[in-house]
């Protein structure tokens, strides 16, 4: 089979460029994935609490966002996004996917655009002015460091101390940000909100009021939890 991107192994400086034309064929059939960050924008967006938001409008515990059955994303209405101005990472880039491995090498690729999209690629410009225009710094800066958890977590599944019960809880953490809980599975390291309200109470410190605060204390609330 045809693999979907082309060309690959692009950088921030090489050629891309792409007008919407507000067609809305990229808002369906299409799976999500979702990290805690993005959950909280979507969240404050809408002016719900992380819970509430992943209850209403994600499934598999808050890693993907909802579609409806019909095959459109929960947020898409008449006039476009509703959520726009807080839309996830990937339809942010679109058509264009990045992708970071475990040494931190940044790569994208440009994707074939969607059957009927209206859209239209250009080379006048750079994959740099492109993220820039979409807004993605703080959305990348995100998804970097919850990948990095990631990769700790499976690092600590290399522990040979680590306790068997407590392997299988990491695992199952793991396998919730690659692959999507498993159905029933309470993972509530997904909910920002309520983790980091949790790890709060139990150490006497105050809530941070901004995300970004929220964010980095709710990684060090998992990374501590693993440890």
Known sequence: MEHPFSPTDL??????????????????????????????RLADNLGLSTTECISRYTNTNGTV????????CVFLD??????HRDR???????????????????????????????????????IAHYLEEQGAAPFMQAADRYLDLLWHLLERLKDQEFAPAQ??????????????????????????????????????IPVPLERDAQMRLHIKAVREWAA
């Open 88 to 126: 996830p990472l990937v339809c942010r880039l679109y058509p264009l996917g990045r992708y970071v491995d475990f040494l931190g090498v940044e790569t994208f690729a440009r994707l074939e655009l969607d059957e009927g999209c209206q859209g239209m690629f250009r080379d006048n410009s750079t």
């Open 11 to 40: 950088n921030r400086c090489s050629p891309f460029g792409f007008s919407c034309n507000r067609c809305r064929t990229c808002c369906r059939y299409k799976k999500i994935q979702l990290n805690p960050y993005e959950i909280a």
């Open 167 to 204: 392997s299988a809880t990491v695992l199952a953490t793991v396998r919730a940000v690659t692959d999507g809980a498993a159905a029933g599975q309470d993972i509530s390291w997904t909910d920002m909100d309520r983790a980091v309200a949790d790890y709060c109470r139990r150490t006497g």
């Open 65 to 72: 966002l909802r579609f409806t059955a019909e095959g459109t």
């Open 78 to 83: 008449a006039q476009g996004c509703a959520v």
